[in-house]
């Protein structure tokens, strides 16, 4: 059997679970280098994981006739710039979200893959675990009515309490809505389908903050971009949804999904995830009811899109995470952040029809 290549831009704290999915999950992909700035980081990921080549470049690495995909695992800001070099380079690329900091660069970087027939997308792939599938199942099925509505929810107080560097967190590239939101997004397009404006307000709550992590503790990181930020969105299917995600707020927990329809309401499982729970609350039962995982890939399955889209390449067929959704995602993300600039809804360019569901393959690890 012959596996596709996939070579590794960026070898940070993400690289680890893309590599072990891609070389012990995935059995169609064989991850052939790693480039990175810090040769130490490659190196040890090489020792863990038995990966033949560490690049000295990121041009030796584009040069490579062994890769036929990308995995750009750069940071947010640099996803444009070497997206586009490798695209250039006529290497299919799969990108960490979002695809770009501004909607222009994803549009041109889109452009240049269909100008070269080369196969572009990329993160999240959460939406493919069994968690939004059997969701997405269930509103298909009808087993919420038509769908009137949505709200989804990112509350946190920032990564700067946790995360080891997390600077990057707030300058552009950044912020709660284009960290998060490709998940919360991706899974709602998913679900619901396009959306075709939007309404937005954002907030820069805080001017400056304070690093309470180590090995930064005491640091000040000046805020670049908005923290708080709320969007309406009006899906083509006519139903209304709205989206938060700060950085700003104190709360229990930080994910919350649900779809609303005629019929019943669907709690949906945090879209950073793969698994459940699931809850569906119809007028019958009075009461919410856990419904069972109908799909696989329940575990931390990331590299699922970039597996599913090597699969796409060897059988001539559509990839499920593929530019159109990708590009969908940013232009919302950005056009909300517009529309609050603006003080005006935002009528969207892009569209977006969803791609197939998943499909039960009895060889875990092989893609339909």
């Known amino acids: 059997m012959k596996r596709t290549g996939i070579g590794i831009l960026g070898a940070g704290a993400i690289s680890g679970i893309y590599l072990e999915n ?11 280098g790693v480039y990175d700035l810090v040769e130490e980081k490659v ?8 990966f033949r080549k560490s ?4 041009e030796e690495l584009l040069a490579d006739s062994e890769v036929d995909i990308v995995l750009n695992l750069t940071r947010p800001f640099e996803h444009y710039e070497t997206t586009k070099a490798a695209l250039l380079a006529g290497k299919h690329v ?28 990329g993160a999240p792939d959460t939406f493919l675990g ?32 946790w995360h080891p560097s997390p600077e990057f967190y707030y300058q552009h590239g950044g912020g709660p809505m284009m960290d998060m939101g490709p998940y919360y997004l991706t899974a709602l397009v998913n679900l619901l389908g396009g959306v075709s404006g939007v309404t937005g307000i954002t907030r820069k709550s805080f001017p400056q903050r ?12 000046n805020v670049e971009v908005p923290t708080h930020i709320t969007g309406i969105l009006d899906f083509d299917n006519g139903a209304v949804g709205t989206i938060t995600t700060t950085f700003d707020v104190y709360y229990e927990h930080q994910s919350r999904l649900e779809i609303y329809g005629s019929s019943g309401t669907l709690y949906v ?17 009075g009461t919410k009811k856990e419904i069972p995982l109908l799909f696989d890939y329940s575990q931390n399955s990331r590299g699922l899109g970039l597996a599913d889209m090597a699969k ?28 609050s600039q603006e003080g005006k809804y935002q009528k969207l360019q892009t569209s977006y029809r969803r791609g197939d569901a998943m499909k039960h393959n009895p060889v875990r690890g092989i893609l339909d």
């Open 312 to 339: 796409a390449l060897s059988a001539g067929r559509p990839f499920r995470a593929d530019i159109s959704q990708t590009l969908h995602v940013l232009e919302i993300m950005t056009a909300i952040e517009k529309s």
């Open 94 to 121: 799969y990108s960490e979200k979002p695809l770009a900091a501004v909607f222009e660069e994803g549009a041109e970087l889109a452009a240049l893959a269909a100008e070269k027939g080369l196969m572009l997308g």
């Open 55 to 58: 690049y000295k470049s990121m």
């Open 43 to 50: 190196k040890e990921a090489q020792e863990k994981y038995g």
């Open 210 to 221: 304070v690093i309470t992590s180590e090995p930064k503790k005491g640091a000040l990181i």
């Open 22 to 32: 891609l070389c012990r999950l995935f059995t169609e992909t064989e991850v052939v």
């Open 130 to 161: 069994a968690g939004i599938q059997t969701c997405r199942k269930l509103i298909d099925d009808g087993f919420i009515g038509q769908p009137v509505g949505a709200a989804a929810f990112m509350m946190c107080r920032g990564h700067e309490s």
């Open 269 to 285: 499982p945090d879209p950073n995830n793969f698994d459940g729970p699931i809850y569906l609350l119809r007028p019958e039962d």
